[in-house]
Structure formats: structure tokens, C-alpha cells
């Protein structure tokens, strides 16, 4: 039986380093646990960028995109509590199955890697179509670089329609990584010290986190001016511009002498994370959430000494039914001011878009759909 199909148009990338070409494409009927969402819009992530250049091997040519925001079309026969009309944001997928997911982990299931960056669904087969090639979707369970995205029922989150969509998008992956890092990762409680060293998104939104917990000190750590301001505006206490500073685990010492209780390492940079680790208290914890590059930071045992401890976290290891709700909520409360990282760009301007996010013209980048 021939199932029924659906006319999007979507952003494409056919090759390593290409641009993004919008063509039309079909899309699957949901499954029965699955929903098809009218995009309206989307945030432009590094680990966008990252398959792009493929530093992640995703098959090629595919439809990115893992940061969307929309209003359900269509659900599934066994889709509960989602309905058409109902404002949504898109996180990532998981299998519901393995010891991970049914200990409230999902961010570490045991089929990451296949249900976010495989480009297909857990069973290998594809709802994303053109006429005469081959195409990959359900990048990260959404692809939503496209008009419409086919989702899963367990990375598909209602939020108040009250909340500008263009603005609750990026809560599916880089804000809900930096906020979740602070509040669910390390559980911080008022009066800790943290330290943020780059404040993009993901930096920023940990900045916001530790002002909603009652931090006692927030360190926020970059070489652009521009964004230190927004970070002291955010939350921060202080700031550290790295290009002024010849020992960074030294001069974030000066600010707290008995070392910070959490830092969260975004920048990628090797220095950094042996910087991150001397800068700790007794009983300190580093939370790293980006690749490293080049050969990686080196940290030795008498570092971790005095019960200090170094954790890749992945999605804040939140649970995004309940975490982007949270998220929401402060928004909504003036508390987690999304409004003051977001650019919109029309649809169309991706590959600019792309363009400014790497030049760090912009915090974060979001599309938005014609509607």
C-alpha cells in the first residue's frame, strides 16, 4: 500500500563544506508514535556546523537542522497528548527502551549516536524523499532545516502558545544544554560559584541558570568584549577577557581564592579545559559539552586530586519534557531572557546565517519560515 505523502521544501546539503540549495522534497504520513510539525522556526547549532564540515560523519546529502519550533499538523495513531494546532519545540531522540532512557538519562541512551546522527529512524528507514536522488533525515529525530519535520512523539514538546516560537526554538539544544548543565546536570544550589568559560548560546544560557539559582559568583570567560557585556547584563558577576590574561586558571582564582564549585567548558580549546580543572575547588566539577581541538586538554591525577571531577554532559542532562517546560516557565517570568540572544534570519539567508554564526557576528541564529 502506497502511504501517503506530504510536499515540503527543505535546506539540503548535498556535500562536506557545501552550501544549503532549498528544494522540494516529500515527507512520510506520521507513524503512529510519530508528528508532522509546520516548521516555523529554527535555531542554527555548532553541531550544524560541525556535520557540515563533517567533523561528525553523518551521511551525505542531508537534511540538519535539530532546533526547531513549530505547530503540529498531524500526529500518530498513538501519539498522546499532542494535537493539531498545539505550538511545539523539538529536542532530541531517543530509543524509551534502555537502562539510560528508563532511569530518566535519556540524553545518554544507548542508541545516541543512531537516534541523532545516523540520518534515518532506528530501524534504518527514511520518511524524507526526492525524485531522482538519495536523501537523509531525522537528523537528530527532526531535520527541521525544512518547511515541515517529521518528529518522534518523545522529542516533540508543547509548549504555552503564548511564547514566540522564533524564540522558544533554540531551547531544544543549546540553551537547554548550558541551563540544564547548571540546574540538572550539577543540581547547583544558591550560593555556588561557577565558572563559564565562552559565552556563546551555551555559555550564556549557563550564565542565566546560575543568576535563577542564586549563585554567589558566575565568572564568565571570553576573548570578545561584546559578549562579556551581555554576559555581565545576563547574570554575570565577573568577566575575564582571555586576550588580557597570561594564566586564565590563576586570574579566575583571584576571583574566587578557594576555586569554583562548577565550570563549564564550551570553547573547545585544549588549554582551556587544563585551565578549567586547576581553577576548581575541593569536591569541584568541570562540565565539558563541545569537542576539544587538537590533541585535547591534559588532565592528570594530582588535578583531581581532593575529590575534583571532569564529565562530558550531553543535552544538560535534561529530560526535554520536562526541562523545556521549566525553560518556558522562566521565560515567561523575565527570568531567562532568550529574546536577548536571538538574530532572526529569513528562511532563504541560511548559508548568511551560517556565515554570521561562525564569524560570531550573532549569539545565536534562527530561521524563521514563511508563513
Known amino acids: 500500500m502506497t502511504r501517503l ?98 532511569s530518566a538519562h535519556p540524553a545518554y541512551c544507548d542508541l545516541a549516536w543512531e537516534a541523532n546522527f545516523a540520518a534515518a529512524r532506528l530501524d534504518g528507514t527514511q520518511g524524507l524523499h526526492r525524485t531522482g536522488a538519495e536523501l537523509h533525515g531525522h537528523f537528530f529525530g527532526q531535520s527541521s532545516f525544512a518547511t515541515h519535520a517529521l518528529t518522534h512523539r518523545r522529542n516533540t514538546v508543547k509548549i504555552p502558545s503564548d511564547i514566540p516560537l522564533e524564540l522558544a526554538a533554540p531551547l531544544g539544544c543549546g540553551l537547554q544544554t548550558g541551563a540544564g548543565t547548571v540546574l540538572q546536570a550539577f543540581s547547583a544550589s544558591p550560593g555556588v560559584s561557577i565558572g563559564v568559560i565562552g559565552v556563546g548560546a551555551v555559555g550564556l544560557a549557563a550564565v542565566m541558570a546560575g543568576n535563577v539559582v542564586g549563585a554567589r559568583a558566575v565568572v564568565a570567560v571570553d576573548v570578545d568584549a561584546t559578549r562579556l557585556d551581555l554576559a555581565r547584563d545576563l547574570g554575570a558577576t565577573h568577566v575575564i577577557d582571555v586576550r588580557n590574561t597570561v594564566d586564565l586558571s590563576a586570574t579566575l582564582r583571584d576571583v574566587t581564592p578557594r576555586g569554583l564549585d562548577i565550570v563549564l567548558e564550551t570553547s573547545g580549546r585544549a588549554e582551556n579545559l587544563t585551565a578549567a580543572v586547576d581553577s576548581l575547588a575541593p569536591r569541584g566539577r568541570v562540565g565539558i559539552v563541545t569537542f576539544e581541538q587538537g590533541a585535547g586538554g591534559v588532565v592528570t591525577s594530582p588535578q583531581l586530586a581532593l575529590g575534583r571531577s571532569v564529565h562530558g554532559i550531553a543535552q544538560g542532562d535534561a529530560v526535554s519534557p520536562l526541562f523545556l517546560t521549566t525553560l518556558a516557565d522562566l521565560y515567561r517570568a523575565g527570568r531567562f531572557p532568550i529574546d536577548r540572544l536571538v538574530t532572526p534570519y529569513d528562511s532563504d539567508d541560511i548559508n548568511q546565517a551560517f556565515d554570521d554564526a561562525a564569524a560570531g557576528r550573532v549569539v545565536k541564529a534562527v530561521l524563521r519560515f514563511p508563513r
Open 5 to 102: 505523502r506530504h510536499s515540503a521544501r527543505a535546506a539540503v546539503l548535498e556535500e562536506k563544506e557545501g552550501p544549503f540549495v532549498w528544494q522540494d522534497i516529500e515527507i512520510d504520513d506520521p507513524r503512529p508514535d510519530e508528528v508532522l510539525v509546520r516548521m516555523v522556526a529554527t535555531g542554527i547549532c555548532a553541531t550544524d556546523a560541525h556535520v557540515r564540515r563533517q567533523q561528525m560523519p553523518v551521511p551525505l546529502p542531508v537534511v540538519l537542522g535539530h532546533e526547531g519550533a513549530g505547530v503540529v499538523e498531524r500526529v500518530g495513531s498513538a501519539v498522546a497528548g499532542l494535537e493539531p494546532g498545539d505550538h511545539v519545540v523539538l529536542s532530541y531522540h531517543s530509543c524509551g527502551r534502555c537502562p539510560s532512557c528508563v
